[in-house]
């Protein structure tokens, strides 16, 4: 299944890429963000991708959704996309945004690729093992290193949003003397635990599933766990509650090492 993600996702990139140079304009959805052509084309590729190889698999896409194309994914395994995490980087020049693309069973996000264009790097993960790809200009994996989380050092560095900070955050970190915080946009945060170079990343404003599977997914194969205010894994699948939307998460906090606790430090 990663090798179909692999090629999805490095396919979506250079498509990306493409309209990164060649300029575009940007609309806004519904819910006030951001959409340009490269969200669509990208989604696109990696939709044909998905059903080539995997036709019986339903699939929940960012931009499907907000089109009102949602499947029914009732007892099934599911793959979670999201073409263009960062649009608003993106839009800005920043070199953040990526693609994510992650198969969801029973709740838990089994695999998943996060690419990042513009860094020319991936991260991947399923059964226990995570990976980080060096991808070449041309569009193709040069290079491959296996990654693991870190143990939980005494000086713990936390990564926040970029753009979607809050005052929980920042009592967070202060419950749990945390000092040294940096902020980055999309779903980098969740492979930046996974390779070792960070250890905890507290969110308490709104993501959706797309947002967070495929980085989840890496995390989780590198040896790290994402959990619910009350500690539970997050679950994905999450449709037809009262209290929020179709596929939206609670808040929640992964950690990159194996101290998984809320406790203070």
């Known amino acids: 299944?990663?090798?179909?993600?692999?090629?999805?996702?490095?396919?979506?990139?250079?498509?990306?890429?493409?309209?990164?140079?060649?300029?575009?304009p940007v609309a806004m959805k519904a819910d006030a963000s951001p959409v340009t052509v490269a969200d669509e084309e990208a989604e696109r590729i990696i939709l044909a991708h998905l059903a080539r190889d995997y036709p019986e698999i339903p699939v929940v896409a960012e931009e499907s959704v907000a089109a009102g194309r949602v499947p029914d994914i009732s007892g099934r395994g599911f793959f979670l996309v999201d073409p263009l995490d960062g649009t608003r980087e993106f839009v800005d020049g920043r070199q953040e945004f990526t693609v994510n693309i992650a198969y969801v069973e029973n709740g838990a996000p089994l695999a998943g690729i996060v690419y990042a264009p513009a860094l020319g790097l991936a991260f991947s993960g399923e059964r226990g093992h995570a990976e980080r790809l060096v991808v070449m200009d041309d569009f193709t994996v040069g290079a491959r290193s296996a990654i693991t989380v870190r143990e939980q050092p005494a000086d713990r560095l936390a990564l926040a949003s970029l753009r979607h900070n809050s005052p929980e955050t920042g009592t967070f970190l202060a419950d749990h003397a945390i000092s040294k915080c940096t902020n980055i946009g999309s779903s980098?945060?969740?492979?930046?635990?996974?390779e070792g170079?960070?250890?905890?990343?507290?969110?308490?404003?709104?993501?959706?599933?797309?947002?967070?599977?495929?980085?989840d997914a890496v995390?989780?194969?590198?040896?790290?766990?994402?959990?619910?205010?009350?500690?539970?894994?997050?679950?994905?699948?999450?449709?037809?509650?009262?209290?929020?939307?179709?596929?939206?998460?609670?808040?929640?906090?992964s950690w990159g090492g194996r101290k998984r606790v809320l406790e203070p430090a």
Do not use: H, Q
Not at 188 to 194: S, T
Not at 226 to 246: E, H, I, N, Q, R
């Open 188 to 194: 980098l945060k969740f492979c930046l635990l996974a």
């Open 197 to 215: 170079k960070a250890d905890v990343y507290p969110r308490f404003t709104r993501t959706m599933e797309w947002d967070t599977a495929a980085g």
């Open 1 to 24: 299944m990663l090798r179909t993600f692999e090629k999805a996702a490095l396919e979506a990139g250079r498509a990306i890429i493409t309209v990164l140079r060649e300029g575009f």
């Open 219 to 253: 995390l989780r194969a590198a040896g790290g766990s994402t959990v619910t205010l009350d500690g539970a894994p997050l679950t994905y699948g999450k449709t037809g509650t009262a209290a929020d939307f179709d596929f939206a998460n609670p808040n929640f906090i």
